[in-house]
């Protein structure tokens, strides 16, 4: 049996190569990144493009606009689904709003020339636990499946979730009571909540606080359900007016409206203590935003083409399987040498004949390394004890 590591481990690994995507736009197609900005008092939204990823200095108007005040007289709130082919739009329910939310559709994703109102709504005017308390809603999201709604108040300071039953559809929405989270329980500041956002996939969740322009950060154990919701850090912005933000798919960019400017900071790790504004990266808008939906760079009609920025080859140790033969391909240590003349001479050699030439007077214990054959050589009439110690010779 050959029990020789076979040299060939079972698999072949696999090298582990770290890249760095970068995105070549297709000729003519829609840039990666896209805002589309919510104006409450002009009551339209607004479409701008950013030609360079995260560099808001590129932002340019699209011209393409949309007027929602059939639907809407005072906008607070906008969400646009994942792949841009839904929006809604939350109306204030005070000073003359209905505190509806409708819904439109997109023939192309995130083309706001193909907008149109769908004629579906849902009522948001009364406060879901208690009709009778106070209820202005100022922003609504969705998670990324488009299965949970959330509608942020400022009266309550609360975030109220809904379910969706069909993904995106407001006719299956639904509320359990109970399902809310109260902002004002975590901190010791007041707080007027403007803007919410999910971030890390439903990880994290940031409010907007226009009392003293700051963004508070949430950690969410159980991701989009806010119940589980835990207070982290809070930061301010150190500007002077605050009215929406965005973030871009990786967590890596804040958007931040301070009003005629869109404010660019760079954050790490999802994280709003490391907030770092990046100087010349501001975009420039027309006016005042109620709300912002940034259209993700990983979602765009765009080509990426990732460029190897560091190759890392991992060796794994080989799982070695033995190889099993008839042929043994390990030659023994030690292998005996067994033959008819022995390979070591006794120190004392009886001599030892049909007829014995002495006869000892005692017994003599030599030692000897005995033919080993088939036959006896001789037999003798006197048999002295033999102590046999094999001598082994290694090949």
Do not use: C
Request: no cysteine.
């Amino acid at each position: 049996m050959d029990l020789t590591p076979d040299a060939t481990p079972n698999a072949t690994p696999t090298p582990t190569v770290t890249t760095t995507p970068t995105f070549t736009p297709i000729a003519g197609a829609i840039p990666s990144q896209i805002f589309f900005v919510l104006r409450e008092t002009a009551q339209l939204i607004e479409q701008y493009s950013v030609p360079i990823n995260n560099i808001l200095s590129s932002m340019v108007n699209d011209d393409v606009s949309f007027d929602v005040s059939s639907e809407a007289v005072r906008p607070q709130g906008l969400h646009t689904s994942t792949d841009g082919t839904k929006v809604f739009i939350l109306d204030d329910n005070v000073n003359r709003g209905t505190g509806i939310i409708s819904e439109y559709d997109l023939g192309t994703g995130w083309d706001l020339s193909t907008i149109a109102a769908s004629g579906v709504t849902f009522n948001a005017s009364k406060n879901p636990e208690n009709p009778s308390l106070a209820f202005r809603p100022s922003d609504i999201i969705m998670d990324e499946t488009g299965d949970n709604m959330y509608i942020l108040d400022d009266a309550s300071d609360n975030l109220y979730q809904y379910s969706l039953g069909t993904a995106y559809d407001l006719t299956t929405v639904s509320y359990t009571p109970g399902d809310y989270f109260d902002l004002s329980a975590n901190t010791s500041k007041p707080i007027i909540p403007i803007t919410v956002l999910f971030g890390n996939l439903g990880n994290k969740l940031y409010i907007l606080n226009k009392y003293n322009n700051s963004i508070d950060q949430y950690v969410l154990p159980t991701n989009y359900d806010i119940k589980t919701a835990v207070f982290e850090k809070s930061e301010v912005l150190r500007v002077s007016q605050t009215y929406s933000m965005s973030l871009n798919a990786d967590g890596s960019r804040l958007f931040v409206d301070i009003g005629n400017a869109f404010a660019s900071y760079q954050l790490t790790n999802w994280e709003v203590d490391t907030l770092d504004r990046i100087s010349g990266y501001d975009g420039t808008v027309d006016g005042v935003s109620r709300a912002i939906n940034l259209r993700q760079a990983d979602i765009g009609e765009v080509t990426p083409t990732p460029t190897p920025s560091a190759t890392t080859t991992i060796t794994p140790t080989p799982t070695v399987t033995p190889t099993v033969s008839d042929t043994p391909a390990v030659t023994p240590t030690v292998t005996p040498t067994i033959s008819d003349t022995p390979a070591v001479t006794p120190t004392v050699t009886p001599t030892i004949s049909d007829t014995p030439a002495i006869t000892p007077s005692a017994t003599v214990t030599p030692t000897v390394t005995p033919t080993i054959s088939d036959t006896p050589a001789v037999t003798p009439t006197v048999t002295p004890t033999i102590s046999v110690t094999p001598s082994t010779t290694p090949l």
